[in-house]
């Protein structure tokens, strides 16, 4: 019999990645997804369309605490990955109450539906917590490991900090196999625009192709260990697959500014990012997170966890993608304009 997982948050970048690591390890595999006037499925649309689709969406939200415990009853998964959140941090300043209903309660009501299933079936199953390399915040030791105290700088921040002890309370409290995984910052060309990285990568692309003048960002000082998506939900899995549940920082021990991508990604275009980046005042946030660097031997030496992919084919990945799609929306915009000339002659 095939495992069955349940995931939240599926249709973000890291949700697409482990579905199709999942499936490819013959999972039976469900995805939690919010209610909305838009799809917003593109980036699993290959796993849930065709014909013989193999991922199962749900509609849920971590808001309703009675919605989760009949989901998981239906599905009786034997492992539930949570990725859902309001994950910008950014905006956590503008939306504070809302980050932390989802990111931090929104844990608590997952967690208890857990439980209630658990203690009705007898049946374990096993959950994973998205954690985040944003709890240290204003960092108190550096490398950042298992062990450093969190000192949040965001209402996200904060958020996660609940979310991460919470897991481990109920893991102490009531013998679940709950694992915390501390990821600190991974891209991939599926990462959401608004998010540095993607900001960059996408702004460089319609730069290079005419369709964009200007790149407008905040801190280019800011110092972040970068690593691959697909490989940090490797991470994921590994973890529940111990005999014993634990808490693991997932991270590349290497330090790389804003700056530096920055300089990667026109630099890859043949471009200089100097001429076309400026500092918009408004992307600063309240509190500044400065440097972020994370120590992942225990997940190196006790999950076997090995990432494949670099910086440097990071940041060329997800330009060499975004490359693509700017030619996309050129062509695009070439075909737009050239319809009502068309037109115009035929009459």
Same mark, same amino acid.
């Given at each position: 019999?095939?495992?069955?997982?349940?995931?939240?948050?599926?249709?973000?970048?890291?949700?697409?990645?482990?579905?199709? *690591? *999942? *499936?490819?390890?013959?999972?039976?595999?469900?995805?939690?997804?919010?209610?909305?006037?838009?799809?917003?499925?593109?980036?699993?649309?290959?796993?849930?369309?065709?014909?013989?689709?193999?991922?199962?969406?749900?509609?849920?939200?971590?808001? &309703?605490?009675?919605?989760?415990?009949?989901?998981?009853?239906?599905?009786?998964?034997?492992?539930?990955?949570?990725?859902?959140?309001?994950?910008?941090?950014?905006?956590?300043?503008?939306?504070?109450?809302?980050?932390?209903?989802?990111?931090?309660? $929104?844990?608590?009501?997952?967690?208890?539906?857990?439980?209630?299933?658990?203690?009705?079936?007898?049946?374990?199953?096993?959950?994973?917590?998205?954690?985040?390399?944003?709890?240290? /915040?204003?960092?108190?030791?550096?490398? @950042?490991?298992?062990?450093?105290?969190?000192?949040?700088?965001?209402? !996200? $921040?904060?958020?996660?900090?609940?979310?991460?002890?919470?897991?481990?309370?109920?893991?102490?409290?009531? &013998?679940?196999?709950?694992?915390?995984?501390?990821?600190?910052?991974?891209?991939?060309?599926?990462?959401?625009?608004?998010?540095?990285?993607?900001?960059?990568?996408?702004?460089?692309?319609?730069?290079?192709?005419?369709?964009?003048?200007?790149?407008?960002? $905040?801190?280019?000082?800011?110092?972040?260990?970068?690593?691959?998506?697909?490989?940090?939900?490797?991470?994921?899995?590994?973890?529940? @697959?111990?005999?014993?549940?634990?808490? !693991?920082?997932?991270?590349?021990?290497?330090?790389?500014?804003?700056?530096?991508?920055?300089?990667?990604?026109?630099?890859?275009? /043949?471009?200089?990012?100097?001429?076309?980046?400026?500092?918009?005042?408004?992307?600063?946030?309240?509190?500044?997170?400065?440097?972020?660097?994370?120590?992942?031997?225990?997940?190196?030496?006790?999950?076997?966890?090995?990432?494949?992919? /670099?910086?440097?084919?990071?940041?060329?990945?997800?330009? &060499?993608?975004?490359?693509?799609?700017?030619?996309?929306?050129?062509?695009? /915009?070439?075909?737009?304009?050239?319809?009502?000339?068309?037109?115009?002659?035929?009459?």
């Amino acid at each position: 019999m095939s495992k069955r997982a349940l995931i939240t948050g599926v249709t973000g970048q890291d949700g697409s990645y482990l579905a199709e *690591l *999942l *499936l490819a390890k013959g999972y039976e595999v469900h995805g939690l997804r919010r209610r909305s006037s838009t799809f917003g499925t593109e980036r699993v649309e290959h796993l849930i369309f065709g014909d013989s689709p193999s991922l199962q969406l749900h509609y849920g939200d971590l808001s &309703d605490g009675n919605g989760l415990v009949r989901l998981i009853r239906e599905i009786r998964p034997h492992e539930v990955y949570n990725l859902a959140a309001q994950s910008h941090v950014r905006v956590s300043f503008d939306q504070p109450a809302y980050t932390a209903d989802t990111t931090a309660v $929104g844990v608590l009501r997952l967690l208890e539906a857990i439980r209630d299933v658990q203690d009705d079936t007898g049946e374990q199953i096993r959950f994973y917590q998205a954690s985040s390399s944003e709890m240290f /915040g204003k960092v108190v030791e550096t490398p @950042q490991r298992e062990t450093t105290p969190f000192y949040p700088r965001s209402p !996200y $921040g904060v958020a996660k900090v609940y979310a991460h002890w919470i897991t481990v309370n109920y893991r102490e409290s009531y &013998d679940l196999h709950a694992s915390c995984g501390i990821l600190f910052n991974h891209e991939s060309p599926r990462r959401g625009e608004t998010f540095v990285t993607r900001k960059i990568t996408r702004a460089a692309t319609r730069i290079k192709l005419g369709l964009q003048e200007k790149l407008y960002l $905040g801190n280019l000082d800011a110092k972040r260990d970068w690593g691959f998506a697909g490989d940090y939900v490797e991470a994921m899995w590994l973890m529940l @697959q111990q005999d014993r549940a634990d808490d !693991y920082v997932v991270a590349m021990n290497e330090l790389h500014t804003v700056r530096e991508f920055c300089e990667l990604s026109f630099g890859r275009l /043949g471009l200089d990012y100097q001429d076309f980046v400026e500092i918009d005042p408004r992307y600063f946030r309240p509190a500044e997170v400065d440097l972020l660097l994370g120590d992942a031997a225990k997940a190196r030496d006790g999950l076997g966890w090995r990432p494949r992919v /670099g910086f440097q084919e990071l940041v060329a990945m997800m330009v &060499d993608e975004d490359l693509e799609s700017a030619r996309r929306e050129q062509a695009l /915009g070439a075909a737009t304009v050239a319809l009502p000339a068309q037109r115009r002659m035929a009459a």
